[in-house]
């Protein structure tokens, strides 16, 4: 009897420890990231212009700026090092061009620089989801590197509904988000990151999306030259208590 008592304790908290483990992994902040590089077919020594497309997403057990594990406060995209960032191939838009304009402002300041666009959520504290439109603007060098300045114009409301279409002559959104990521050199499998920083300081409520291609000529271009025959991509993002959490993603090339 003691014996069967001792072993339904034991059980009881192993079962309690394994509880507390599963919602402390339920309650963590979670990350994903993917990519594709167009078109795969690329040549083995010179390299083709293209396009690249990302897709970061997170989830917050308890989203909030000023809640630990509630924010991503920096994002580093690193790029495989068989890409190749041109950034001539664009002109240069300083970030104080695109501060507090909509998406009509903002290209008619600095359309020739801009490289990309796509689409971004953000989380109002959980409360509800603010939609966004994104375009990617070249930026002028910083520390002898070249830089992208990320405009993101949103709908702060609920319901928030905004349309992407016709950015030239789009003044849709009621406010505007502005990044400038800097592009670093990396080693290893990656030539290059983009390092992304002080987001919480921009965004007034937690990034959980960013969906964007960056196509611009040759502003982006890639070659086919590893052996294995493929890319390689991973995104770090440290979040607003210090932590952080690496995705590391792969993409068959084909010689031609």
Request: charged share 15%; proline share 4%; net charge positive.
């Amino acid at each position: 009897m003691r014996n069967r008592r001792r072993f339904t304790v034991i059980t009881a908290l192993a079962a309690a420890g394994a509880l507390a483990v599963a919602g402390i992994a339920i309650a963590a902040t979670t990350s994903s990231f993917s990519f594709k590089f167009s078109p795969s077919t690329a040549p083995k020594t010179t390299y083709k212009a293209g396009g690249l497309f990302t897709d970061l997403e997170t989830h917050y057990s308890n989203p909030g700026n000023a809640v630990p594990g509630g924010a991503v406060e920096r994002t580093q995209i690193f790029l495989d090092k068989n890409f190749k960032i041109n950034a001539n191939a664009a002109s240069k838009c300083p970030a104080n061009k695109l501060s507090n304009q909509t998406m009509k402002g903002a290209m008619a300041n600095c359309k020739s620089a801009l490289v990309g666009t796509g689409t971004a959520q953000a989380t109002a504290n959980g409360a509800f989801n603010i939609n966004g439109c994104v375009l990617l603007f070249n930026g002028p060098l910083k520390n002898n590197h070249p830089t992208l300045n990320v405009f993101t114009r949103v709908q702060a409301s609920n319901p928030s509904t905004i349309s992407c279409a016709n950015p030239s002559t789009n003044t849709k959104g009621n406010a505007t988000i502005l990044l400038t990521g800097e592009l670093k050199p990396s080693s290893g499998l990656y030539g290059k990151v983009l390092d992304v920083n002080h987001i919480t300081q921009a965004a007034t409520f937690p990034l959980t999306i960013f969906k964007t291609t960056i196509k611009k000529g040759n502003y982006i271009s890639a070659r086919c030259a590893a052996t294995n025959k493929t890319w390689n991509m991973k995104t770090t993002w440290t979040y607003n208590n210090g932590k952080s959490f690496t995705s590391a993603k792969t993409q068959k090339c084909t010689v031609g």
